[in-house]
Structure formats: structure tokens, C-alpha cells
């Protein structure tokens, strides 16, 4: 399932401002050795790391990362089934083992193999990861893929188009995520994860993240799952906030 997520940034200390700005995050020290990587925390939970672009990254961008049992036999399954390992597996401390990977239509991942630390702490109320969605050019091979490395079961949710699905463990009802088209993106845009976090209020979420030097990609609107807006921070990676509706 979704454990972790991660912003490669090109200015770690400008991203961590705006982050705890928007969803109220405060930050660890940057662990010796570690690159400058910052852990988000909000009443003591972890909820999500930043860190500096690496190698040949020209972007900022957010990286989901799915569990695994086994980060090795996960990274010969993707290639296996037409997907390619961009960083191999690698330890990272005693804290888990990790790799990243990209699926068959170019939506790139993470998968992490917990050692002492499971994953994100904080999740499904405000200040933690809520959802994700893979927006993918070729969103049945997505698909398929998914399916055949982690064992997703998906499920159709027409409301949200005709391509659009929800994965799922298997014999599991919960949705995890969903994955679909590009639903919008802009043209030439590549298969991406996009995550959620929730929030208690968006419209304040938007004020507070344009406050600091973020953008509105999507205004703020009400939806059956709730009240969202599509934004980007300073450095241009995407993301959503998402206030629940009082149901939820």
C-alpha cells in the first residue's frame, strides 16, 4: 500500500517554509549524511520528507512510494513486466530499503522496504497524505502493470470518467488510490502520481500557500469527496489539498 512520500526540491529550506505554512509542518534536523533531507512532523507524527534534486533531476517534483516485503524481488517484478528501475534498491540506514522506478506508460515511484521505520505517520486527517491518483498516457497498461507487481485489484468509478479506477488489496474494500488519464493535465505533460493532503479549510490552504509564493493550478471546488484545489509550490511541483466533507 502507499507508505511514503518524498519532495525532491531545489531549495529544501524555501520548500520547508512553504509546506509548513500550508499544512502547519514543522521540520527535523537534517540527519549527518543524509543530503540535506528534511523529515515534515505535525504533533510529533511524521508525515512526509524533503530533499534536494538529485543526479540528473531538473524539476521538483513528489515521489509516492508503495510497501514491499521485498524491495529486490519487487525491482526484478517491474522490470519484468515492462516497467524500468531508474535508482536500484539501496539501503538507507537501518530506516528501510528503497528504490525507484518508473511504470510502462513513464509514471515514475518509489518502493520502500521498512527496517525501522514503517512509513508516514501521519495520514487521512489534517497534515497527512489523504489520497493519490496515477495520471497516466497509456492508463490501461498502467494498470496492468500495477496489478501484476503489487497485486491490485481496480475497480471502475465512472463518476470520475470512463478511465478511472480504484486499486485495491485484494478482498479488500478500501480503495487506495485511484489511477486514470491525464484528466486536464496540459499538453506533453508526462504519467505522474499526484497526492493529496488533507486539510481542515482549502480556501485558507490556497490563501496560505499563495501567501508564500505558491500558485492555484485548479481553484478550490466542492466534489463528492470533498472541497479541493489543485496547487504548486514556488518551485513548480503539484499537488492537491483536500478538505473532507463533514460525512467523511
Not at 32 to 48: H, S
Request: aromatic content about 8%; proline content about 8%; charged content about 15%.
Amino acid at each position: 500500500m502507499p507508505c511514503w512520500l518524498d519532495l525532491a526540491a531545489p531549495d529544501v529550506e524555501g520548500a520547508c517554509a512553504f509546506y509548513s505554512a500550508v499544512l502547519g509542518w514543522t521540520w527535523s534536523g537534517a540527519d549527518p549524511g543524509a543530503d540535506g533531507y528534511r523529515m515534515g512532523q505535525l504533533d510529533g507524527r511524521i508525515a512526509a520528507g524533503i530533499g534536494p534534486l538529485q543526479g540528473d533531476q531538473q524539476r521538483a517534483s513528489w515521489t509516492l512510494y508503495l510497501a514491499s516485503d521485498d524491495a529486490d524481488q519487487t525491482a526484478a517484478t517491474i522490470t519484468d513486466r515492462g516497467g524500468k528501475v531508474l535508482l536500484p534498491p539501496a539501503d538507507v540506514g537501518s530506516r528501510g530499503r528503497m528504490l525507484i522506478a518508473r511504470d510502462p506508460s513513464g509514471g515514475a515511484f518509489g518502493v520502500w522496504e521498512a527496517g525501522d521505520q514503517v512509513g508516514a505517520e501521519l495520514v487521512n486527517e489534517p497534515g497527512g497524505l489523504v489520497w493519490e491518483d496515477l495520471r497516466a498516457t497509456d492508463p490501461e497498461t498502467a494498470w496492468t502493470f500495477c496489478a501484476d507487481v503489487f497485486g491490485y485489484q481496480v475497480n471502475p468509478l465512472p463518476m470520475a470518467g470512463p478511465d478511472y479506477v480504484t486499486f485495491h488489496l485484494p478482498g479488500r474494500e478500501a480503495p487506495l488510490g485511484g489511477m486514470g488519464g491525464m484528466m486536464g493535465s496540459p499538453e506533453g505533460t508526462p504519467s505522474h502520481w499526484l497526492v493529496y493532503f488533507c486539510v481542515s479549510d482549502a480556501d485558507a490552504a490556497v490563501s496560505a500557500a499563495v501567501a508564500s509564493g505558491g500558485t492555484v493550478v485548479d481553484p478550490a471546488s466542492d466534489s463528492p469527496f470533498g472541497r479541493m484545489a489543485t496547487l504548486a509550490d514556488p518551485a513548480g511541483a503539484v499537488f492537491v489539498v483536500m478538505q473532507l466533507p463533514t460525512s467523511a
